[in-house]
């Protein structure tokens, strides 16, 4: 009984523990959340944001009038990692406002990073937005925090 109730109090403790406060990067395409205390910097127009420990950032680039054939985005995004895998590991489906969304998950060996990526393409519009995070850090809160602010991820036309 004792067991059950100390799993039960741990469990709402980690809850609360788990629900930080949220800061909101506004920009006139896209809007994205990150925790409070992490850094929003736009150097560009591609946008960092990350802890002030700096063990990862969620980047994100937008292009306009980029004339890149969907059937060359998959080929793209591997190519950003040097990637030896094949297209089929980049996942792609129809999202809402007409944009195809790609998914690739890729871990550097030689750097010891995770890389998550998300493309949102229509037409000639394009959105990129990665997670990068040490490998040793990629676990537990931070890969949950990252994964939080990484899917907040907001296109507004």
Not at 40 to 55: G, K, L, R, Y
Request: glycine share 4%; hydrophobic share 35%; with cysteine.
């Amino acid at each position: 009984m004792i067991k059950h109730s100390l799993f039960i109090i741990l469990l709402f403790l980690g809850h609360f523990l788990s629900a930080q406060k949220k800061q909101t990067y506004e920009n006139t395409n896209y809007s994205i959340n990150f925790p409070e205390g992490w850094m929003a910097m736009n150097e560009t127009d591609i946008v960092n944001i990350f802890p002030t420990n700096q063990i990862g950032a969620v980047t994100i680039s937008e292009y306009h009038d980029l004339d890149l054939p969907s059937t060359e985005i998959k080929k793209f995004i591997l190519a950003l990692y040097k990637s030896p895998d094949d297209e089929n590991k980049v996942k792609s489906t129809k999202s809402k406002k007409g944009y195809t969304e790609y998914f690739y998950e890729y871990f550097d060996e030689k750097e010891k990073l995770f890389w998550i990526t998300k493309v949102f393409q229509k037409e000639k519009e394009l959105y990129l937005i990665s997670i990068n995070c040490g490998e040793k850090y990629w676990n537990g809160n931070y890969m949950s925090l990252f994964n939080e602010t990484f899917n907040s991820f907001k296109i507004k036309k």
